[in-house]
């Protein structure tokens, strides 16, 4: 089947295949971490301390775009779900990402600036000022459109599939944990508070993964689902390796 859109035209049906054991399903997602863009020659730049700060900057800043994309992407998410266990878990991302500020019963006040003011502050610390990030001057058209390919596919997608499309996190601890051995050393001219973005990824990535796994596991049960679940990784890993494209091929990449 040829299609011009990531959308599947019908839920694959049970066409007499033996699933996959749930095993080897979760290493075969594993797999497809080799194309994850911690690879990238432009993110392999950034973590062996060759990029330039204009190159720093650059990439902070278009990579905020996806950061505001995300909280956008979850709520769609919960949007299509009717499964309030599920939305229960789920919600966890956005409060993540856009802060909160919870009245408690006894009148005390539970609050977090959240993911985006930190990926702010990150900006800030490269040397960014706050307006030219929020204002999104410097984000790349390619940048822009894979972003919001995820974001429509989100909204347009089964949410199960869009569960299955936020896995690209089995492979995110990673790249946080490498840019926080590696930035301070490499590039110690950004305050050392801008980094705390990537601090607080190093555990909300593993907390999110546990669910979006075993929704994902639980799910695509049947041996076309599970290839079907193996296609929307790739889509989304292309999305990220797509972002890191447009970037290299505009800031340039030294290797
Ligand atoms: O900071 C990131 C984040 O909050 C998320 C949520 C998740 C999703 O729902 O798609 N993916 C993701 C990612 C974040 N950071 C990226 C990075 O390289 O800093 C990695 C990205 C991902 O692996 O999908």
């Excluded at 049970?14 to 432009?42: A, C, M, N």
């Excluded at 990673?174 to 705390?196: C, F, M, N, V």
């Amino acid at each position: 089947m040829i299609r011009a859109d990531i959308l599947a035209e019908s839920v694959p049906f049970f066409d007499g295949r033996t699933p996959l054991t749930r095993k080897e399903f979760e290493s075969q997602l594993r797999e497809k971490g080799k194309v994850y863009h911690i690879f990238h020659p432009f993110n392999v730049m950034l973590n062996t301390g060759k990029a330039t700060p204009e190159q720093i900057r650059f990439w902070v800043a278009n990579r905020f775009y996806y950061q505001i994309a995300i909280p956008i992407k979850d709520a769609a998410i919960m949007a299509n779900c009717p499964d309030r266990n599920v939305r229960r878990g789920w919600v966890q991302r956005i409060l993540d990402h856009d802060g909160f500020e919870y009245g408690l019963p006894n009148g005390e006040k539970l609050m977090d600036e959240g993911g985006i003011e930190a990926w702010i502050r990150l900006g800030v610390a490269t040397g960014l000022t706050r307006e030219e990030i929020v204002d999104l001057r410097h984000v790349l058209p390619a940048v822009r459109y894979s972003v919001d390919a995820y974001i429509n596919f989100a909204r347009r997608a089964p949410w199960q599939e869009a569960v299955c499309s936020s896995l690209t996190e089995l492979f995110a601890p990673d790249i946080h944990k490498q840019r926080l051995a590696t930035w301070p050393e490499h590039y110690p001219w950004i305050e050392s508070s801008g980094l705390q973005y990537f601090r607080n990824r190093t555990s909300q990535a593993p907390r999110d993964v546990i669910q979006g796994l075993n929704l994902t596991l639980e799910y695509f049960n049947t041996r076309a689902l599970q290839e079907r679940a193996l296609e929307i990784l790739k889509f989304k890993l292309d999305i990220l390796w797509a972002m890191n494209d447009a970037m290299g091929q505009h800031y340039g990449i030294t290797a």
